[in-house]
């Protein structure tokens, strides 16, 4: 891989990977901003990235439609209406690390952290207005499959992957063909000139640069679709024959985090605790529980932001401390199901989807912690 094909990047990143360039934020400086600005939304590459023309480059719309068409992004713009959607975008290996540190045993992939999850204003064309437009045949068991060929990835020649038609088609489904992120234009690093946007399905299925879209009764035959991106069982061990028995990961899992924790003395010994916590399948999350005694009490947080059915949730909380520092401290979501974060979650051998309580661990801190200050 070339790095001159690559652009700046963010030196407010961890670089956990330099070709291709993988990088994220630091929790507590991501849930400062309910929209994550540009130098704080994570990396997630297969390729290197290139900066592309968008006077030369195309998007095209084809397969089982009536009218197979080709757009420039300024014909797109002109053409149909330009859409908003605010969703939370979120790698698949987010805490893939906690993962493998809580089972002890080793995950496949780069092992991220936290911070692979960012909050966008996103703008672009409606994705059914799209298929409308090219005279799509709405039918139960289709594909809409997303390709990029722009450059070869590690492990293919090129980047497909595929979702559900009825997601795409779906009027309350708000996927976009995006152009825009927090109302500028997307970076290089980002997708630009397009990337799809599909709100609630992990970010794998966000494709960047994607030149071709197809509807199809097959999935695609590419890598990062048949045999990566899926949730195996915990007793596999060596993917072998697996990949063709389970299904692609489509949905984030319901998920909360621990970003910051500080010490307050005044008025009283008190943790003040902020996070982010993540929608899954069954709704946007309706309250965040904390505890500091290893899940005896839980203590409710304030929501200090969500909009939507799709972005992610920012909350915080005061919780008054006597004695010694509690070692750790817990979080769990609450959808508007009722369903609740589980305490724990199944290892996988490429660490997908990892959702167990959000923890901070506080044996962990050095130094003085006995005056205010971030644990």
């Not at 002109?78 to 859409?83: A, D, E, L, S, Y």
């Not at 703008?123 to 499959?145: D, E, F, I, P």
């Not at 008025?267 to 529980?289: D, F, H, N, R």
């Not at 505890?291 to 920012?314: F, M, P």
């Amino acid at each position: 891989m070339d790095p001159s094909t690559q652009t700046p990047f963010s030196n407010r990143l961890t670089v956990l990977q330099e070709q291709p360039y993988n990088a994220e934020p630091d929790t507590a400086a991501l849930i400062a901003h309910p929209y994550t600005p540009d130098e704080l939304i994570y990396c997630r590459n297969h390729s290197p990235i290139k900066s592309l023309d968008a006077a030369a480059f195309t998007v095209s719309i084809g397969g089982i439609v009536q009218n197979a068409l080709q757009f420039k992004l300024e014909e797109l713009k002109r053409i149909f209406p330009r859409v908003e959607v605010v969703a939370a975008l979120q790698c698949a290996g987010n805490r893939r690390k906690v993962m493998g540190e809580r089972k002890k045993r080793n995950v496949d992939g780069v092992k991220w952290n936290e911070g692979v999850i960012c909050n966008v204003k996103w703008a672009g064309v409606s994705m059914r207005q799209l298929l409308l437009a090219a005279g799509v045949r709405t039918q139960s068991g289709l594909h809409l499959c997303m390709g990029s060929h722009v450059v070869a990835c590690s492990d293919d020649n090129w980047f497909g992957t595929s979702i559900p038609l009825d997601k795409a088609m779906d009027e309350e489904g708000d996927v976009i063909l995006a152009y825009e992120m927090n109302g500028r234009a997307l970076t290089p690093n980002h997708g630009y000139p397009f990337r799809v946007v599909v709100p609630g399905y992990t970010g794998v299925r966000w494709v960047k640069w994607v030149d071709s879209i197809i509807v199809s009764e097959r999935q695609p035959d590419n890598f990062y679709h048949k045999r990566d991106y899926k949730v195996l069982p915990q007793e596999v061990t060596h993917s072998g024959g697996w990949w063709c028995k389970i299904d692609p990961l489509q949905f984030n899992p319901l998920n909360s985090v621990v970003a910051s924790v500080s010490h307050r003395s005044v008025p009283t010994p008190s943790l003040y605790i902020k996070g982010y916590a993540m929608a899954g399948s069954s709704g946007q999350v309706k309250t965040v529980e904390v505890s500091v005694d290893t899940g005896r009490t839980w203590h409710k947080a304030d929501i200090t932001y969500q909009e939507g059915r799709w972005s992610w949730t920012l909350w915080e909380v005061s919780i008054d401390i006597s004695g010694s520092l509690p070692e750790r401290v817990w979080c769990r979501a609450v959808d508007e199901s009722g369903a609740v974060q589980p305490a724990d979650s199944d290892w996988n051998l490429r660490g997908l989807a990892y959702c167990g309580y959000g923890e901070k661990d506080l044996t962990r801190v050095e130094g003085n912690v006995g005056r205010d200050c971030r644990l």
